[in-house]
């Protein structure tokens, strides 16, 4: 999993990568090397946190709403995924985007996943892929409307209208 998010307008956020660095830090560790090993931590952590602060600010600037899915990261772990996921510190990332939306008065809303990587975001036919077997289909067709459809993007745009439905329904 090298994107760590995808917005409806197609942008993707790209999962940094440390695991490079973390097997360095691994290595430093078998070999018994205290000083390497502090000083490699240091840097992971820090641009760790600077690309968590970064990135959720970059997202809020000149939105009005932020709508994410309610996927949870403990259920992604479970796969192979497991260490890009813990990595780019998924959960911390969502934390802090509803943080950064909250201080600049942006509406945030959770809304449930489910369906939103099958159902086509025009006219909401069922038909895209499904499941964790799904997970490897990154593109589909869809039957009803014949659109090629990029599988996160579409998810977004769904999204994005049941984030409308709830500010809608709250009557704002
Ligand atoms: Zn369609």
């Given at each position: 999993m090298k994107t760590l998010a995808t917005c409806s307008d197609g942008t993707k956020?790209?999962?940094?990568?440390?695991y490079r660095n973390q097997q360095r830090l691994a290595e430093f560790q078998r070999k018994?090397?205290?000083r390497k090993v502090r000083k490699l931590h240091a840097k992971?952590?820090?641009r760790r946190l600077d690309f968590l602060h970064k990135e959720p600010t970059n997202l809020v600037n000149d939105r009005e709403l932020i709508v994410v899915g309610d996927v949870s990261s403990s259920k992604l772990t479970k796969t192979t995924m497991a260490k890009s996921v813990n990595d780019a510190g998924w959960s911390m990332f969502?934390?802090?985007l509803e943080y950064k939306a909250i201080a600049r008065k942006v509406a945030y809303r959770e809304v449930s996943e489910r369906f939103t990587t099958q159902a086509c975001s025009c006219r909401g036919a069922m038909?895209?892929?499904k499941g964790r077997k799904g997970l490897?289909?990154?593109e589909w067709v869809c039957d009803?409307?014949?659109a090629v459809l990029d599988r996160d993007v579409n998810a977004a745009l769904n999204i994005l209208r049941l984030g409308h439905q709830?500010?809608?329904a709250e009557g704002r």
């Open positions: 956020i790209e999962a940094p990568r440390w018994r090397k205290p992971i952590a820090n969502r934390h802090l038909g895209g892929p490897e289909i990154r009803e409307c014949g709830s500010l809608l």
